[in-house]
């Protein structure tokens, strides 16, 4: 059984930072893409950000327009984890985030293969 366990959730200000970890087994985590996700109340889950590893050192990643710029999807091979670390957060960005792994990145949410069990950020103003 696949598991992805978040953490790093919480509240913040606008204008602060938080930073997401998501650890994954060593199986899905060395041939997976791995990605974030987010769901806001009374919205569809949309894409963040996502991560596959290209070369032992190096990896491709994709950001949704939304974030790009203040948010930073990275790898920590050692731990088998990604991190998001989002910065200059808005009230928009209030969300439960879930990470997920599929074979490749790609945005539709429809065709990732596992998730977590999400995990809180809410962003005051």
């Known amino acids: 059984q696949v598991q992805l366990v978040e953490s790093g959730g919480g509240l913040a200000q606008a204008g602060g930072s938080l930073r997401l970890s998501c650890a994954a087994g060593e199986r899905i985590y060395s041939n997976y893409a791995m990605g974030w996700f987010r769901q806001a109340p009374g919205k569809e889950r949309e894409f963040v950000a996502a991560a596959k590893q290209f070369t032992r050192y190096t990896y491709h990643t994709d950001y949704a327009d939304s974030v790009k710029g203040r948010f930073t999807i990275s790898r920590d091979n050692p731990q088998n984890m990604i991190h998001l670390q989002m910065n200059s957060l808005e009230p928009e960005d209030t969300a439960v985030y879930y990470c997920?792994?599929?074979?490749?990145?790609?945005?539709?949410?429809?065709?990732?293969?596992?998730w977590g069990q999400g995990t809180q950020v809410t962003v005051s103003s």
């Open positions: 997920a792994a599929n074979p490749q990145i790609v945005r539709s949410v429809d065709e990732w293969d596992y």
